[in-house]
């Protein structure tokens, strides 16, 4: 079976740091690019970062340039988001997706994890 | 970047009611627009893909149209467990990724 399973998530104080981690099974982890999307508690969905198959290029959201940092370890299966400088508004349910083709960025993503949830609190 | 704006932001429909949910980009993007289902308390899922493609295991009754900068969501005989919220999400600034704000459909 084809999954995503979030880590990571829970409380922090503003200011402070948190890791995230997404560890992927049933495909092959190494040949996809990978993306985060959070999503703030009642509101939509938001992109955040993107990470490509073998790490050459990272993209991020303009709201969380230069705080956040996104990287993937193939041999782990695994991508991690590490969130540094946290504000109020970064308090969401973050999810890693991954897109349905390989070769084709373009439609859509099909496979999400459950989501890891991160509070950003005093 | 390219803003995408969804309406209506809510709507409340009967079984069996033919439901349409709109989708506008800011600026034309061809047909890279993908549709999602999301159930309350669950993850997104990939319904449409392309504008007009339904992904793999999606009823029938869901479909999809449009290009350019209107794109339309369809849901032909509205069921019981269609009760979700719908994204449009564009590709066409990839990796860049942008979705709209959500359409919640109740059921009557």
């Known amino acids: 079976e084809v999954q995503l399973v979030e880590s990571g998530g829970g409380l922090v104080q503003p200011g402070g740091s948190l890791r995230l981690s997404c560890t992927a099974s049933g495909f092959s982890f190494s040949d996809y690019s990978m993306n985060w999307v959070r999503q703030p508690p009642g509101k939509g969905l938001e992109w955040v970062s993107h990470i490509s198959r073998s790490s050459s290029t990272m993209y991020y959201a303009d709201s969380v340039k230069g705080r956040f940092t996104i990287s993937r370890d193939n041999a782990k299966n695994s991508v991690y988001l590490q969130m540094d400088s946290l504000r109020d508004e970064d308090a969401a349910l973050y999810y890693c997706?991954?897109?349905?083709?390989?070769?084709?960025?373009?439609?859509?993503?099909?496979?999400w994890g459950p989501g890891t949830a991160v509070t950003v609190s005093s | 970047d390219i803003q995408m704006t969804q309406s209506p932001s809510s709507l409340s429909a009967s079984v069996g009611d033919r439901v349409t949910i709109t989708c506008r980009a800011s600026?034309?993007?061809?047909?890279?627009l993908n549709w999602y289902q999301q159930k309350p308390g669950k993850a997104p899922k990939l319904l449409i893909y392309?504008?007009?493609n339904l992904q793999r295991g999606v009823p029938s009754r869901f479909s999809g149209s449009g290009s350019g900068r209107d794109f339309t969501l369809t849901i032909n005989s509205l069921q019981p467990e269609d009760l979700a919220s719908y994204y449009c999400?564009?590709?066409?600034?990839?990796?860049?990724?942008?979705f709209g704000g959500g359409t919640r459909v109740q059921i009557k």
């Open positions: 392309a504008a007009s």
């Open positions: 600026q034309t993007i061809g047909s890279y």
């Open positions: 999400q564009q590709s066409h600034s990839t990796p860049a990724l942008t």
């Open positions: 997706a991954k897109y349905s083709s390989a070769t084709n960025p373009y439609y859509g993503l099909d496979v």
